[in-house]
């Protein structure tokens, strides 16, 4: 009696300071490579007023609520919600972040919209 096999691909997130890599281990169908995507490190606090003004549905992102009331804006156009300062500090602690957390999720999030899509 054999038993049918499952295939689960390997997936990669990597949260760097400069942007967020991941990949789904789905390979593309032309060349055999697997497929790469990635966003912008910055995970900017947004409120509902604020996307208002930015008519979010047209933004490439989601919001992430991490904590309570708290939301964080993640994608590949967050840099346009980050306001005039472009500082940003890491701190030993980061990894423990609220905006790590968001940026680690919205990659999560981008994997399993594209399993579902495949």
Known sequence: ???????????????????????TGLRERRNGAIHVEMFPSVAPRVSATMLDAYAADALDGLV??????VRHFVGKDAPNLMGTSGARAVTSGYCLSS??????????YQVAKEHSAG
């Open 1 to 23: 009696m054999s038993t049918p096999s499952t295939h689960l691909p390997a997936i990669a997130i990597d949260v760097g300071f400069f942007s967020v890599k991941y990949t």
């Open 64 to 69: 992430i609520e991490v904590e309570p009331g």
């Open 99 to 108: 905006d790590y957390k968001a940026l680690f999720l919205g990659a999560l």
